[in-house]
């Protein structure tokens, strides 16, 4: 049964810290997206990878964010320097292609101090 | 304006009753559509897609209505295990960037009661 993997689950660390999330899709899955999940705001797409080539990131604070698929078995989601406002679950998706479904990791829950 | 819309309930249901509820979209080119759950503190899941003449799937029917730009999630029978957050989402329109980019609404509580 394949899954999406994310790691770490939980990170609790403090103001100012970097923040490094990693991401296994499925393996064969061509789209990887990065998602931040709050009771405020919801679901908000961060980033967007076809193919490992960045398609879209219009979601993610530039200026702190940053998102790279060094490979097609991981893609990676980093904050420097995270801010408190930062703390959410932090979920990565993949499917097969742009017109399929998505298929969730189990999210990494950041809690910046 | 959100590009998806939910009533986020909660829909409060007794157990063995039917519960339905519907979300709107904004991008009329959209093309594709599904409903996901998401369990406290889990990630979405896939529940089903939605299809243009309507679909079934065991208790759960969803059907599209593209000229109002709504979908909507019926569930019959309904469990205990049936509570959870029901998301719709939204598929991009295939001519632009957006192709590819689910568009999640903020979700629907169910709450099956005993």
Avoid at chain 1, 65 to 83: G, V
Avoid at chain 2, 14 to 29: L, Q
Wanted: proline letters at 7%; a neutral charge; one cysteine or more.
């Amino acid at each position: 049964d394949a899954r999406v993997t994310q790691t770490p689950r939980h990170k609790v660390t403090e103001m100012g810290q970097e923040v490094t999330m990693r991401c296994q899709p499925i393996l064969g899955h061509n789209t990887v997206f990065w998602y931040r999940q709050t009771m405020m705001q919801g679901l908000e797409l961060l980033a967007y990878f076809r193919n490992r080539a960045p398609l879209d990131d219009s979601g993610m604070p530039k200026d702190r964010f940053s998102a790279e698929m060094p490979d097609a078995t991981l893609a990676t989601l980093k904050i420097q320097p995270s801010e408190p406002r930062d703390s959410a679950v932090y979920f990565c998706a993949s499917g097969p292609g742009p017109t399929d479904t998505q298929y969730f990791g189990p999210g990494t829950r950041l809690t910046v101090l | 304006r959100k590009e998806v819309e939910q009533d986020p309930g909660p829909f409060n249901v007794p157990e063995g009753a039917t519960v339905a509820f519907n979300c709107t979209y904004s991008n009329s080119a959209s093309q594709s559509f599904f409903w996901y759950r998401q369990d406290c503190r889990k990630e979405p899941k896939l529940l089903m897609s939605v299809y243009s003449s309507g679909n079934e799937d065991g208790r759960f029917t969803a059907q599209l209505n593209r000229a109002s730009q709504y979908i909507s999630l019926l569930i019959r029978d309904s469990k205990l295990s049936d509570s959870a957050t029901y998301l719709c989402v939204v598929n991009g329109s295939p001519t632009t960037d957006s192709w590819g980019k689910l568009q999640f609404g903020a979700g629907t509580q169910v709450v099956v009661t005993p």
